[in-house]
């Protein structure tokens, strides 16, 4: 990608809500959606057809068809009756597979500094499950990694495949930073990121690079695709800048863009399906 294809917004540091324009070569979805309510069992019951259909198996109607031809077992006995009710422990399969009804959640948070994304330490004062804890009934988990003091795009779900997919190095998601530095960034360093270098564990290079603003040198855009830990940051320490701070403005073509630091919202069905197709 050459320099005059990626231009970065001026960041609007009252607001909090920086994002990218301009940005032709990846597809970049801003759309916003509210909270959809969950839709609960009556007396612990669902209805058969309802539980295929939230396992991601089809729909409704055709779950019906399933059931009417003796293709769903509920406990290991096949079920041919419509609107038979089952419990979220009973064993319901299709085609022999063990089939789970949770409702798939995916939701978007603009971290806060200060929160970590671990999940198992016990010495974390402030987690970024605490900053979703309302969400929903579903248990979700993070995507990927934001260090304590990294803020910006975080990704739930439950959707264990899709969350895979996303973070597996042979998909090469896109991420986009904004960093600034401890001094001014230098046109000759710049040009050693894009080309890239060896660190400790292997060669690195960015997709791009651009200084954001001319008036501020301390202010760089970074795209890159590695999943490696504190790569950005490490970048930038193997060439003598401190960074300062660091947001992350998109993540697999998920910007934050109307989202205010530290709250959340969820995907749009058309969000969800350009992450499954991308």
Same mark, same amino acid.
């Given at each position: ?14 607001? %909090?809500?920086?994002?990218? %324009?301009?940005?032709? %070569?990846?597809?970049?979805?801003? $759309?916003?959606?509210?909270?959809? *309510? +969950? ?34 077992? +509920? ?52 987690? +970024?499950?605490?900053?979703? #804890? ?8 993070? +995507?990927?990694?934001?260090?304590? #003091? ?17 973070? /597996? *190095? ?28 060896? $660190? ?18 301390? #202010?760089?855009?970074?795209?890159? /695709? ?30 934050? %863009? ?10 749009? #069905? ?9």
């Amino acid at each position: 990608m050459n320099e005059s294809s990626l231009k970065f917004t001026t960041f609007d540091r009252n607001t %909090k809500t920086e994002t990218l %324009k301009d940005f032709p %070569k990846k597809k970049v979805i801003t $759309l916003k959606n509210k909270q959809q *309510p +969950v839709e609960s069992a009556e007396d612990g019951l669902i209805r058969l057809n309802k539980y295929i259909s939230n396992a991601g198996v089809c729909s409704r109607r055709d779950a019906d068809k399933l059931i009417g031809d003796g293709l769903v077992t +509920v406990n290991g006995e096949i079920v041919t009756e419509l609107g038979r009710k089952v419990t979220l422990e009973d064993d319901v399969r299709f085609d022999g597979k063990q089939l789970n009804p949770e409702r798939k959640v995916y939701l978007l948070l603009n971290k806060p500094r200060g929160f970590v994304t671990t999940l198992d330490d016990p010495h974390a004062e402030r987690t +970024v499950m605490q900053l979703i #804890q309302n969400a929903c009934s579903e248990r979700i988990y993070p +995507v990927g990694r934001l260090d304590m #003091q990294t803020t910006g795009v975080l990704l739930f779900t439950n959707d264990g495949e899709l969350a895979k997919k996303l973070t /597996h *190095p042979s998909y090469e998601k896109v991420k986009i930073y904004h960093v600034q530095l401890d001094k001014d960034f230098l046109r000759e360093d710049l040009e050693k990121i894009r080309k890239g270098f060896e $660190l400790e564990d292997g060669f690195i290079a960015a997709d791009d690079i651009q200084i954001i603003d001319p008036n501020d040198l301390r #202010q760089v855009g970074i795209e890159i /695709h590695s999943g490696k830990n504190h790569i950005v940051r490490r970048i930038f320490n193997h060439l003598g800048y401190q960074v300062e701070r660091l947001d992350r403005v998109l993540f697999a073509g998920l910007t934050k %863009k109307d989202l205010p630091r530290g709250r959340y919202r969820f995907l749009t #069905q058309q969000e969800v399906n350009f992450l499954k197709m991308s």
